[in-house]
Every structure is written in structure tokens, then in C-alpha cells.
């Protein structure tokens, strides 16, 4: 039952949101790519969580306490949205289609905002572990 | 060197080891016993040691964080909320420590005032 143990499970919560912010910036700032390296339109990416025992040799069902961890980036499978525009420089020559990202602008913010608001979560709670250890300290006042 | 846990248990149990066992072990006679059990150590020295140690943990935890803020203003360090959980860290550290002492030397001079 230590404060430090704590901390770190926190500090890997706000790591985790970290990644997953850039994540979604990359797919907001390539919403509208319809050309990568390999020559396919940009596909959305997602991070994946784990959570991984912080430590297995502590007493004090202290081995029941899990960080998160953030072990792959893994594409998203939908299919590319077609869009008509015979004018894209991307456009099939056949049928006049191009393949846009498969980026939903909305669904990004709403991740954005969901990775913010838990990043500010786990910083409230950092505050409140300080909060608490400074008034343990009151005791012998 | 082992670092110092912050919770209020332990906080307690430092208190104990200072105001209660070794406080009384360095006002009472040094015999064989206690100064043989501590390997020849005295019970003057074990606190002093014991003072040492534990202010060298809270240095350590302090120097890691200056480490962490220079290697963020150097550009190497690029999460900010490691190097704030670390300032933290060494702030509660800090507070710790300074409160134990102070603790130590309340009970010190409350000892002293004792009429003879």
C-alpha cells in the first residue's frame, strides 16, 4: 500500500491517453488523404490497451493492481468510403471514383475529447494522492 | 539504498523509530548487550545512521527529478507529466522528511526541558 505504486499506475494512464491523442491527431490531420506510401488511401488506425500486473511479488493484494500499457496500433478494416469526382488526380479512370479515407471527423473528436477528459481524470486523481499524503503528514502537527 | 515509501503507515512507523525504540535506546545505559547486538555499533551511532540513510533517500528521489527537469528543458524528455510526477514525488518526499525532523527535534528539546 504505497503511494509510489500508485504514481506510476497514473503515470501510465496518462501515457496511454498521450499515444492515444496522437493517434487520433494523425487520423484527423490524413482525414482527407487519398494517397500513402503503398499507394492506397489512408486507413484509420486505432491504438489497442492492455493492462499489465504492476507487480506480482507484493503482499497486501497489492498484485491485483494493473497498469495500462499501449502494446499495438492496429488498422481499422472498414472499407473506403467511394466518392464521384472524375476531376481527382487519384480518380479511377474507368468509373470516375475515388477512395477516401475511411476517417469519420466526428467519431475522431468524439475520441479526442474522450482521451482528454481521462487524461484529466487521471490527473485529478494524481492530485488527490498528493492531497491525501500532505495531510497523513497533519498528524503529527 | 532504499528509497522512502510515502503513505501514512509508514510515516507512523518512522515516528515509532524515532521517538519511540532507538530514542530510548540511546538514553539508556550502552551495555554489552545492545552495543554487541548492533555489532559493536552504539545506539548514538544506529540513530545517526538511521538519520542519514534516510535524508540520502530523500536526496536521491530529489536529484532524479532534477535530472528529469533538465532532461526536459534539454529537449530529450518529451512527456511533461513525467517530469511533474517526478517534481511531486520529491516535493512529498521533501515535506516528509522535513516534518520527521522536525518531530525529532520537538522531542529532543521536550527531553531537555525535563527538570533535573
Known amino acids: ?141 | 539504498m532504499s528509497k522512502v515509501n510515502l503513505d501514512a503507515g509508514n510515516y507512523a512507523q518512522m515516528m515509532r523509530a524515532m521517538r519511540g525504540t532507538d530514542l530510548e535506546a540511546l538514553y539508556r545505559k550502552p551495555n554489552a548487550d545492545s552495543a554487541g547486538a548492533a555489532g559493536g555499533v552504539s545506539p548514538l551511532d544506529q540513530f545517526s545512521n538511521l538519520i542519514e540513510k534516510k535524508i540520502d533517500a530523500v536526496n536521491q528521489v530529489m536529484a532524479a527529478s532534477d535530472a528529469k527537469i533538465e532532461g526536459f528543458v534539454r529537449g530529450e524528455e518529451t512527456s511533461i507529466h513525467d517530469v511533474m510526477i517526478a517534481t511531486t514525488k520529491a516535493d512529498v518526499n521533501f515535506k516528509l522528511m522535513a516534518t520527521v525532523t522536525r518531530k525529532v527535534i520537538e522531542a529532543y528539546q521536550d527531553i531537555m526541558r525535563m527538570q533535573v
Open chain 1, 1 to 141: 500500500m504505497s503511494l509510489t505504486k500508485a504514481m506510476d499506475i497514473l503515470s501510465s494512464g496518462l501515457h496511454a491517453q498521450r499515444i492515444r491523442m496522437n493517434i487520433t491527431s494523425s487520423n484527423l490531420a490524413n482525414a482527407h488523404t487519398t494517397r500513402t506510401v503503398d499507394g492506397t488511401p489512408f486507413r484509420r488506425k486505432d491504438p489497442v490497451f492492455e493492462s499489465s500486473q504492476l507487480d506480482p511479488n507484493s503482499a497486501n493484494f497489492d498484485n491485483t493492481l494493473q497498469k495500462v500499457q499501449v502494446t499495438g496500433v492496429k488498422d481499422d478494416l472498414t472499407p473506403f468510403p467511394e466518392v464521384y469526382d472524375p476531376g481527382h488526380p487519384d480518380a479511377d479512370a474507368k468509373t470516375g471514383m475515388v477512395k477516401m479515407p475511411n476517417v469519420n471527423v466526428v467519431e475522431e473528436m468524439v475520441n479526442l475529447i474522450t482521451a482528454s477528459r481521462s487524461y484529466e481524470a487521471n490527473v485529478t486523481a494524481f492530485e488527490t494522492l498528493k492531497q491525501m499524503a500532505v495531510k497523513a503528514m497533519d498528524i503529527g502537527r
